[in-house]
């Protein structure tokens, strides 16, 4: 086989997105990943479009998920001509609800519209009586990230990008400045002119250039699913211990913790116990709906909090990573601008906020493990 014209090391939503951008520019790519297809950080999400529930205080971080939010829709029409699954686009909007004054006083920065609590129960009745007050978040959406990413892989094999499950990279390769290749676990070498380090949590962990230009460490999300039907409510509901995210079919999505537990993915009693009080506390009817799942999933945290993305001093080796918490959101947006980018075209937003070189300027720093 001969080689591609680049390696992305990563199949989770940012990896094949991009992938799949370059394939349509008529570019051979090869998408390595660690896993099974698609169980990391994408698949374990709750699917939130989420603009401005997820507040950013950052200029550069506001200015990426705006376009992000912006360009989204497009993307998933494309995306549905190339393989028509239905990915559960939704468009209620997200309630994010307070318990007192406090809670509220936490919103004031949430450019929505203030409700009451009466205002909230008449949009969603089953609201637990002691909300106080709310704001009413109409650009926040959901998929079905799931879905999606079934979907976004059958298109990506389509536009003929070869997706390589459970071939894991250990290493990046270089010689004089430039990257050549990567090492594969069972000691192989995959040559190639261009790499793309899309590994998510594990970014940094593919030899000595990946630590220094894509420090990354995991953040633990634990989550779970009941079953709701009819499901008693219909938009996405916040509150500071919780949310829920109603699916179509019926299920009720309760997310999420945040912990710093390493590369350990596993469910806790401790952690469901603090999801089921906080959907309780949303929604009291909660606690009689039939318990279907429990997963957990490793979110890419960076030590400012911010992405990671674009050309490195590795001459052809770019980075895209450091998504936290809204990898779903802004694959789109991240592919786009990593493609023009890699193709030499200006990128409709500066990068410099978010190039793996402002690690190296500022010298090393430990990972904070403050979220």
Not at 34 to 62: C, F, I, N
Not at 122 to 147: M, T
Not at 269 to 287: D, F, N, Q
Request: aromatic content about 4%.
């Amino acid at each position: 086989m001969a080689a591609p014209d680049c390696l992305i090391v990563g199949g989770g939503i940012i990896g094949v997105s991009l992938a799949l951008e370059l394939a349509v520019e008529k570019m051979a790519v090869v998408v390595l990943e660690r896993g099974a297809a698609a169980r990391e950080a994408s698949w374990a999400a709750a699917g939130m479009l989420a603009p401005t529930s997820e507040h950013h205080q950052h200029p550069a971080m506001e200015a990426l998920v705006s376009a992000g939010s912006a360009l989204y829709p497009r993307w998933l029409s494309s995306l549905c001509q190339l393989c028509p699954l239905d990915v559960g686009h939704r468009t209620e909007g997200t309630l994010v609800v307070a318990f007192s004054e406090q809670d509220f006083a936490d919103l004031t920065g949430l450019p929505g519209e203030r409700l009451t609590a009466a205002e909230l129960r008449r949009l969603e009745p089953a609201l637990s009586d002691r909300i106080s007050s709310g704001v009413y978040l109409k650009n926040d959406q959901q998929v079905d990230n799931r879905r999606l990413l079934d979907s976004l892989w059958q298109a990506a094999t389509r536009a003929g990008v070869g997706l390589r499950p459970r071939t894991e990279v250990r290493a990046l390769l270089s010689a004089s400045g430039r990257v050549t290749g990567v090492q594969i676990a069972d000691k192989s070498r995959m040559e190639v002119d261009i790499v793309v380090d899309a590994a998510g949590a594990w970014a940094g962990q593919l030899g000595e250039a990946a630590a220094r230009l894509a420090p990354t460490r995991p953040v633990r999300g634990q989550m779970l699913s009941l079953r709701a039907e009819p499901a008693p409510v219909r938009h996405v509901v916040r509150s500071p211990r919780a949310y829920i995210l109603p699916r179509a079919s019926g299920r009720l999505v309760i997310g999420s913790t945040m912990e710093d537990a390493g590369f350990d993915k596993s469910v806790t009693p401790s952690g469901l116990a603090g999801l089921l009080a906080g959907a309780r506390e949303i929604l009291p009817t909660s606690a009689q709906c039939a318990f279907e799942e429990a997963w957990a999933g490793l979110r890419p945290d960076t030590p400012d909090h911010l992405p990671i993305l674009g050309a490195t001093d590795m001459e052809k080796l770019y980075v895209a990573t450091g998504h936290f918490r809204n990898g779903i959101l802004l694959a789109p947006i991240t592919a786009r601008l990593l493609a023009d980018g890699i193709l030499g075209r200006t990128t409709s937003i500066p990068l410099e906020p978010f190039s793996p070189l402002r690690f190296v300027t500022r010298g090393p720093r430990p990972v904070s493990s403050k979220l």
